[in-house]
C-alpha cells in the first residue's frame, strides 16, 4: 500500500488565499482611483504581507530551504511599496507563483533549486 504525502497547502486554501490576494489587490487599486493609495497603499501592504506570511508558516511552508521562494515573496513585497505600482494585481501574482513552487516541490519532493542543480538547468 502507498502512503499519500500531504500537501501543505490544499485547493480550499489556495482559493483563499488567492481570493484575499485580489481583495488587498482590489483595495489598493480603488484606494488609489480615489487618489490617497500613494498614501496609504504601503500601510495595506505591510499588513498583506504579514498576513500571507503567516499564513504561510501556518501551512509549514518555510521560505528558508528555498531561496527562490523567499525571493518571489519579497520581490512582490517590495514591489508593492511604489506607489500607483501598488495598484497592480502583484500580491496575487506572488501568492499565486509562491503556491505554485510550493505545489512542485510537493509534486517533485524536493526544492526546485535542487532539482534545476540534479538536471543541470
Known amino acids: 500500500m502507498e502512503t499519500e504525502k500531504k500537501e501543505k497547502i490544499d485547493n480550499i486554501t489556495v482559493v483563499l488565499m488567492l481570493s484575499v490576494a485580489l481583495f488587498f ?3 489598493q487599486a480603488l484606494l488609489t482611483l480615489l487618489l ?7 500601510l495595506i501592504s505591510i499588513f498583506a504581507w504579514l498576513t ?4 504561510f508558516l501556518l501551512k509549514g511552508v518555510h521560505f528558508t530551504n528555498n531561496p527562490k521562494k523567499i525571493l518571489t515573496f519579497m520581490g512582490g513585497s517590495f514591489t508593492e511599496i511604489i506607489p500607483l505600482v ?6 496575487t501574482a ?22 534545476a542543480k540534479i538536471a543541470k538547468i
Request: glycine share 10%; charged share 10%.
Open 94 to 115: 506572488t501568492v499565486a507563483l509562491t503556491i505554485l513552487m510550493i505545489k512542485a516541490e510537493n509534486k517533485l519532493g524536493a526544492p526546485i533549486g535542487k532539482i
Open 52 to 55: 500571507f506570511f503567516l499564513w
Open 36 to 42: 490617497i493609495g500613494p498614501f496609504v497603499n504601503w
Open 86 to 91: 501598488s495598484s497592480l494585481p502583484i500580491w
Open 25 to 27: 489587490d482590489g483595495f
